[in-house]
């Protein structure tokens, strides 16, 4: 797991850590020191703790004229024992919101496992997007995506099949966003 390191090919273009308006406006990393840990493998120490330990982040591109966000999960995501969905509402998403951010991509290909609990916060997550805002979660695991349907969770998320399959690290941020809305334009003329 150390080698999984957040995507960073976008870098030239934005940093949350030179973010000013970011939750993680300040922070410094170590390219050499890997000390963070999930159970007992350690991680690449470019992923950002959020109060959980199962669960680390990227934001790996925001653009507020846009309302966007692009962020990268690993780990586990675990609702049941750590409440991992909270810590990420209470510590990230909320932020961002302040921030007129609407529009979030979730990158879940790492993402090893999902535990359910229930859905307040997700409803709560949902239900403070403005008009227009959505939530998308993109090359998530399929056992993953099945956890969080018998739970209701992804009736909070827009789903689309084409999601799992976009090969967005070959996109610059605003082509996938460019993408993610033409997928949801069909899904609604239909």
């Excluded at 949350?16 to 999930?38: C, H, M, Q, W």
């Excluded at 090359?139 to 789903?159: A, G, K, P």
């Amino acid at each position: 797991m150390h080698t999984i390191e957040p995507y960073w090919k976008w870098r030239e273009k934005y940093t949350a850590e030179n973010d000013e308006k970011s939750p993680f406006y300040g922070r410094e990393y170590s390219e050499l020191e890997y000390s963070t840990v999930i159970y007992d493998h350690y991680i690449h120490p470019q992923w950002d703790f959020i109060e959980s330990p199962t669960l680390y982040i990227k934001i790996i591109f925001t653009d507020y004229d846009e309302g966007f966000s692009i962020i990268e999960l690993m780990g586990e995501w675990n609702d049941v024992i750590t409440n991992d969905v909270m810590m990420f509402k209470r510590e990230v998403i909320d932020f961002l919101l302040t921030e007129g951010i609407n529009k979030f991509v979730l990158i879940g290909e790492n993402i090893l496992n999902f535990h359910a609990e229930d859905d307040s916060y997700y409803e709560e997550w949902f239900e403070e997007l403005e008009p227009g805002g959505w939530i998308v979660p993109l090359n998530f695991r399929e056992h993953v995506l099945e956890e969080m349907e018998n739970y209701n969770i992804l009736s909070f998320f827009e789903r689309n099949e084409l999601f799992n399959d976009i090969l967005w690290r070959k996109l610059e941020p605003e082509k996938l966003i460019d993408l993610i809305e033409e997928i949801l334009l069909r899904k609604l003329s239909f």
